[in-house]
T-cell receptor
C-alpha cells in the first residue's frame, strides 16, 4: 500500500504570508497531482508533476516534485483569503492510474 | 460542458437502513470512480469502472457496499445495511480513460469530481 503523508494537517495564517505544504512517501510515484477542495465541493485538479525535480508554477502557487519522485511540495506566496481550502496531494503508481490521496492540509487565510 | 452530477447532495439515515447514491459522469468519459471521504481525510477509492466493467474494487466492503454501472454511463452505489462509520462524503469522479501516458508521460486519466453526497448515519 502506497501512503502519502501531508504536513501540516492544519494551517492558519494571515493574508500576505507565505506557506509551504509537504507531501511525503516512502514509495516512488510515476506522477503526483495536487488538488484543492472547497467545502461542499469535489476536489479540483491544480497541477500534475511527472519528472523528478520538476517545478511548476501556477500564479502564486509553486509545485515541486522531489528528485526521487517520493515527495512533493506546494508553496503559496502572499496568500489570499481566496486560497482557503483543503489541499490534497495524490500519487499514481499503477498502470491504470489509480490515485492514492494524502489526508489533506486545511488552509485558512484570514483577511 | 456539464460536470459530474451526483444526487442526493445530503442524506441522513439510521444505522442498519439502506441508502443509494447516483452518479452521472461527464459525457463520453469511459472511466468512473467512487470514493469515500471521511471527515479530515483524503478520498479513498472504493471502486473503479471502465465502461461497465470493474477495474478495481479491492477497497470496497463487499459485505455491505455494492455498485453497478449497467449501461456504462450512470452508476449507483448502495450501502445495505449502513453503519455509523459509513458517515462520510461519497464522491464520484470520471475520466476519459484509464492508464498512464505513453512512455511514462503525464497520466491521461485526469479525474473530474462531482460535488459529492454527504451521508450521515445516526
Amino acid at each position: 500500500t502506497q501512503l502519502l503523508e501531508q504536513s501540516p494537517q492544519f494551517l492558519s495564517i494571515q493574508e500576505g504570508e507565505n506557506l509551504t505544504v509537504y507531501c511525503n512517501s516512502s514509495s516512488v510515484f510515476s506522477s503526483l497531482q495536487w488538488y484543492r477542495q472547497e467545502p461542499g465541493e469535489g476536489p479540483v485538479l491544480l497541477v500534475t508533476v511527472v519528472t523528478g525535480g520538476e517545478v511548476k508554477k501556477l500564479k502564486r502557487l509553486t509545485f515541486q516534485f522531489g528528485d526521487a519522485r517520493k515527495d512533493s511540495s506546494l508553496h503559496i506566496t502572499a496568500a489570499q483569503p481566496g486560497d482557503t481550502g483543503l489541499y490534497l496531494c495524490a500519487g499514481t503508481v499503477a498502470s491504470y492510474g489509480k490515485l492514492t490521496f494524502g489526508q489533506g492540509t486545511i488552509l485558512t487565510v484570514h483577511p | 460542458e456539464a460536470g459530474v452530477a451526483q444526487s442526493p447532495r445530503y442524506k441522513i439515515i439510521e444505522k442498519r437502513q439502506s441508502v443509494a447514491f447516483w452518479c452521472n459522469p461527464i459525457s463520453g468519459h469511459a472511466t468512473l470512480y467512487w470514493y469515500q471521504q471521511i471527515l479530515g481525510q483524503g478520498p479513498k477509492l472504493l471502486i473503479q469502472f471502465q465502461n461497465n466493467g470493474v477495474v478495481d474494487d479491492s477497497q470496497l466492503p463487499k459485505d455491505r457496499f455494492s455498485a453497478e454501472r449497467l449501461k456504462g454511463v450512470d452508476s449507483t452505489l448502495k450501502i445495505q445495511p449502513a453503519k455509523l462509520e459509513d458517515s462520510a462524503v461519497y464522491l464520484c469522479a470520471s475520466s476519459t480513460r484509464t492508464g498512464e501516458g505513453l512512455a511514462g508521460g503525464p497520466p491521461k486519466n485526469i479525474q473530474y469530481f462531482g460535488a459529492g453526497t454527504r451521508l450521515s448515519v445516526l
